[in-house]
Every structure is written in structure tokens, then in C-alpha cells.
């Protein structure tokens, strides 16, 4: 049985198990129907050129993982910013740890979405919300038609929350392949602000597929800060769909560091509903072996008087593949708009590949959008300075990957979480520099 | 110290130094001068070893062993040091975090443990009062934003942390006011010593009436045509280039 077949036949049984008054039982019909239409996507999708999922879709995944993992703190504390304190949601192979979590209802909500589904006082926001961003592609709307778990986040209006919220999405590699669809609700009212930092990692070599879906809604001069830290084991794929609808002069900004993973898929679409709004995308890429990285970028400009920023770094050795396919869309009410979208990539191999195209479509007259796209190698006259210096080819080599990379890492505004991503991208290079970068 | 013999080198099939013959013995100044395209910075960048330049005939001997085929690093470890014309920049990279790895990396060449961060540090502020550098600077990112000055001074900030046996300074006084130049100059000279020895590549005087050579050499189209004491800067520096290419006639 394909999995397509097989994900169907499961809907039928997951539905009998849910009660019927769930308010987003009609949305969860609607949408398995478009997944059974469209099916999984392929290389003919101009979106998915060059990105194929067939291999994956070969492995036999267990749809839903059996029996409750338990997993000890220790086995997992590294993977969380422990240095400072957080707020953590944490599931394991798709269901939700108390044990490894702190939630919160302390003014602001940050629980899980199957309660939110659930409980009626949560009725309200589920149903101005839950759905209302996300596109109704194939690989969304099946993750909407199994919607069960995540976050839940709600911050109200001119609260300011200071303490990070992680979210943290492990799979235990109990069962031979797994297919994980987290969906993941953050709602920050009017003048609020949220700083919130995304992972998810398999604990072991076995096959695992994520299907996230996020979406994120800012109301008016709110504040999000987002990170996606990307690090995952070599048979771990993540497909993960972001929706940000932000409103008037909110800032949103999302970070991803794809340094890990099989293959990844990035889908991050901005929406900018209201004037003054600001969006911010960056990225830092860095890949080996035969990791294959897709960012798929979209900011859709419908308001006067906006910004967005878009900064991706990629760096590519051996045959690692990169896809960054970034789309600005500006309708014609959006005047006097500041758009851009800046992608550097070197290659450190020749067989390394990086796929880059800028998209901008754009029907207002008064607009100020520039792109621009770089691909090379590491610059000789620079390698040879810090040879003359006495450091060796390859601690030369990472200096200069580190300092290309430098100013994406720069705005990330949690200094614990810059110190430990240093760290991640000195691993990544291979080299101890002698000081803590 | 510096040996060069008959040296022919270039990129790919343009030769650009061609029959280069120059001895530094230690406790020299050699100044070299020349006009645009006579071949300086190629020679500077040959002896530091560049991979871009083919050496396809010659000698290069440093303290007695030859070094044409040894990496930029190799040579670095075994004493020479290169100053930029044009240094890059490293963003995130702080000065000091730059020149801590680049002493320890020569350290480690040589078998030896990491400096103490004590030692490190006294030395960093020891230099660097010598060069007239404030605290601050020594924060910044690598050469990033730096004035051209700023760069100059950040070069021989490094060279004096690396003590190195020869020193080569290319162009090391372009972009320099005439205090910074002091400075820098004053700099040097504070590093000299009988065991180690400096070339300097210049276009102009200027810098020799700081740092006073014992020996001055005209590049021109990638030989050395004359050579001469300080004087002949001065007489250079007066009349150009063209009398020298008459000369040679």
C-alpha cells in the first residue's frame, strides 16, 4: 500500500475516534479530501523542481506510534537551552511529555493544542484562528485533516514575555520509520511579545518523517521572534510549513539554521496584512554529505508603507544540495514598500550544488524591491592572508566560513542561543579554534 | 637569512618576476622600490608563498632551507610575516580572538602548548600601547570598517605579536597620514633587533625617512635593476624612474 492509501484508510479510523463536536471537524474533512486529490507533491510542481520526496515516501512509517516513549532528562538535556529558563513543550514521537515540559497558564497560555481542540474556553480562538493562514496545498492540508498535537501558544495584549518558549518535537526511533505531523497555533495579541525557538530531533538512526505545520499571528504592533533550529540526524526529513499573518506594525522574524537532517523542506510564507508591518527572514545553511536543504520563501506584501528582509547564507560541501526559491509578491495597494532578499552561497565542493532563484512579482508603482544572489567559493587573497598568518588551510577555511555567515548569526537576539549555535556551526566546520566563537 | 637566486615566477604562462636576485642578512633594512606593475607585491606574495604564483625557475632559501614548496602557513611558522596592502576583512572575528589564534597556531606548528591567556594578555596590551591602540579597537571585528590607517596599524600590531625574523612590508604607507606613519614607523623600528630583518616595499620616500634602510633596490619589469644605500631613494624620489630605464639602454 502507498502511503498516500495507507494515510486515507487511517483518517477513516482516526475520525471515528474523535468526537464530533470538534469545531475544526469540517475543516479536518475538507482538508483530507484536497490531500486525496492533490497527493503528495512531485518535481513536476514548480514549488518542488528540486526537491523530490519520492524516496522518502517508499519507507514503510507507522502513522501513529504505538505505545507512550519515555525518555530520560539526561538523554535529552542537550538538546535544550538549559543555561537559562524556558518555557518547554515537549513531545515525544508525537505526544506531549509532562514530564520533560513547562507549561503555563499564568496570564498567558502556552499548553497544548489537543487541549485547546478540546476544552471550550479555548473555543473562541480556535475558531478565529486554527486554519485561517495556512494554504490549502497538499502536504498542509494533510497535516490539517490529522491535527491532534502541538503547541498552543496565546500571548494577550501588551504582555511581554520574558522567558523564551521552546518547542521541541523528539522522535525515540521505537518503531523502524514514523511520520510525525506536529501543528502548532501562536497567537500574540496587540503589543505583545514572544520569543520562541523550534526543533525537532530523532534520538536515533531509524527513518523519520516530520510534516510541521506552524502558524503564527501577530496582531498589531506585536512582536515575534522565531528560531528553527534545524540539526537533525541523517535519516530524519522534515517538511515544515510556517504561516505568519501579521497586522498592522507588528515585526515578525524567523530565523533558520539548517545544519542538519536528510532532507528539509522550508515553507515560510509571510503575510502582511496591515501598514508598517516589518518581516525578517534569515538563514543560515550549512550542509554535507548528500543533506539537501529546500528554502522556500514567500512574503506577500498587501499593505502601504511596509519592510521585509530577506538574508540566507548557504555553505555546501561534498554533494549537499541547496534550493533557496524566494518569492516577493507585492499587490497594488502596497506603496512606498522596502523589499529585501539577499542569498549568498559558496560551494566548497564540486559537487556540491546550490539552486537559487529570486522571484518578485510586483504591481504596485511605488516600491523600492531589490534581490541579489551570489555564488563562489571561498575567497583565495582572504584564505592566503590568514595562511600568512600561520593558520593552517582548515582552521582558514572555517574562519572565513564563520565570518560569511557572521552577520545572519548577529541578529539572533538570545545570547544563549547564539553561543550555543556558534558552537553548532564550529562542529559543523570541524575545527577548535582556540576560542569560543 | 633570505636567500633569492635567479628567481622566475608568474601566473600561468605570464612571467612576471623575472631573475629576481636578493640577500637579506639578519639585522638589514632593505627598502624596494619601483614603479606600478615592476613586479613588488608579486615578489612580497612569492616569498609568503601565495598558491597563485608559479615559481618556474630560482631559488628561495629562508635560513638556509628551501621554502619554494612549502605552504603560506609553513613560512609563517618558521618566521616570516607578510604585512597587506589590501588586509580582509573577518566579520565576528574580534582582533584579539584573530591574532590569540594565529600565536597559538604557530605554537602548536612548533609542538608547543596554547600561550597562557595571562601572558596572552599581557603581551596584546603591551603592543598595543606601543602602537598607540586603545582597548576598544582591539574588540572590533577583523579589519572590518577599519580606516586604511587602522588597517596599516592592526598589521604591524600583529607582526609585533608574532615576532617574526623577517618582516615584509608591502605598501605598508599608503593610506597613512603622516602621524600615523610615525607611528607605524616608530612601531617597527621598536620591533628591530640584530637577529631579525625587514623589507620594505614602498613607492615613495616618505617611509624611509622613518624607517632608514641599509639597503635600497630597484624593481623594474620584474628585475632588479639597481641597487644602492639610502641615498638612491632620496635621488629616486627626486628625479623618478625614467633616468634608471635610460640608463639600462
Known sequence: ?437 | MLHINDLHAGVEEKEILKGINLDVQPGEVHAIMGPNGSGKSTLASVIAGKEEFEISKGNLSFEGEDISELDPEERAHKGLFLSFQYPVAIPGVTVTNFIKTAINETRKAKGLEDMPAGEMLKKIKQKAEMLEIDRKFLSRSLNEGFSGGEKKRNEIFQMAMLEPKLAILDETDSGLDIDALKVVANGVNKLKSKDNAVIVITHYQRLLDYIVPDYVHVLMDGRIVKSGSKELAKELEAKGYDWIKEELV
Open chain 1, 1 to 437: 500500500m502507498s502511503l498516500k492509501d495507507k494515510l486515507l484508510s487511517s483518517y477513516i479510523a482516526f475520525e471515528d475516534h474523535l468526537e464530533d463536536d470538534s469545531p475544526i471537524h469540517d475543516l479536518r474533512n475538507n482538508a483530507i479530501k484536497v490531500f486525496e486529490e492533490a497527493g503528495f507533491p512531485t518535481k513536476k510542481e514548480e514549488a518542488w523542481k528540486y526537491t523530490s520526496l519520492n524516496a522518502l515516501l517508499k519507507q514503510n512509517y507507522s502513522v501513529f506510534p504505538k505505545s507512550e516513549a519515555t525518555v530520560e532528562l539526561k538523554q535529552v538535556k542537550k538538546y535544550f537551552l538549559h543555561d537559562i529558563d524556558t518555557y518547554k513543550l515537549v513531545f515525544v514521537d508525537g505526544v506531549y511529555s509532562s514530564f520533560l515540559s513547562e507549561t503555563t497558564h499564568d496570564s498567558i497560555d502556552v499548553c497544548l493544542l489537543s487541549s485547546a481542540l478540546n476544552k471550550p474556553k479555548y473555543k473562541a480562538v480556535i475558531e478565529a484562528y486554527f486554519n485561517k493562514t495556512a494554504v490549502k496545498d497538499s502536504l498542509t492540508s494533510l497535516n490539517t485533516a490529522f491535527a491532534k498535537e502541538g503547541a498552543y501558544i496565546h500571548i494577550p495584549k501588551h504582555k511581554e514575555v520574558e522567558k523564551p518558549i521552546e518547542i521541541i518535537n523528539f522522535s525515540t526511533g521505537n518503531e523502524a520509520a514514523v511520520l510525525l505531523q506536529p501543528r502548532n497555533l501562536i497567537v500574540v495579541g496587540e503589543n505583545a511579545h514572544v520569543q520562541i525557538i523550534e526543533r525537532h530531533q530523532s534520538l536515533s538512526s531509524n527513518a523519520v518523517l516530520t510534516n510541521a505545520v506552524t502558524e503564527i499571528f501577530a496582531e498589531k504592533r506585536a512582536f515575534v521572534d522565531c528560531y528553527k533550529i534545524q540539526n537533525d540526524s541523517e535519516n530524519a526529513s522534515l517538511v515544515d510549513s510556517t504561516y505568519v499573518s501579521q497586522q498592522q506594525e507588528s515585526i515578525c522574524r524567523v530565523h533558520t539554521f539548517s545544519f542538519g537532517g536528510k532532507i528539509t523542506r522550508n515553507n515560510l510564507n509571510f503575510y502582511q496584512n496591515g501598514e508598517r508591518c516589518d518581516s525578517v527572514l534569515n538563514g543560515i545553511t550549512i550542509l554535507e554529505g548528500k543533506q539537501h536543504v529546500d528554502h522556500n520563501t514567500l512574503v506577500h506584501h498587501m499593505a502601504p508603507n511596509c519592510e521585509s528582509h530577506q538574508d540566507y547564507k548557504g555553505i555546501f560541501s561534498d554533494s549537499s544540495v541547496g534550493v533557496f526559491n524566494g518569492k516577493i509578491y507585492v499587490e497594488k495597494d502596497a506603496q512606498k514598500l522596502d523589499a529585501f532578499q539577499q542569498n549568498n552561497n559558496i560551494l566548497v565542493d564540486d559537487k556540491a550544488t546550490i539552486n537559487s532563484k529570486p522571484q518578485l512579482e510586483i504591481f504596485a508603482d511605488d516600491v523600492r524591491c531589490s534581490h541579489g544572489c551570489t555564488i563562489g567559493q571561498l575567497d583565495e587573497d582572504a584564505m592566503f592572508y590568514l595562511q600568512s598568518r600561520g593558520i593552517g588551510k582548515k582552521e582558514a577555511r572555517a574562519l572565513l566560513m564563520y565570518a560569511f555567515a557572521n552577520n545572519v548569526l548577529e541578529s539572533v537576539k538570545i545570547p544563549e542561543l547564539k553561543a550555543r549555535i556558534n558552537k553548532l556551526i564550529a562542529n559543523k566546520i570541524g575545527v577548535s579554534l582556540g576560542f569560543e566563537l
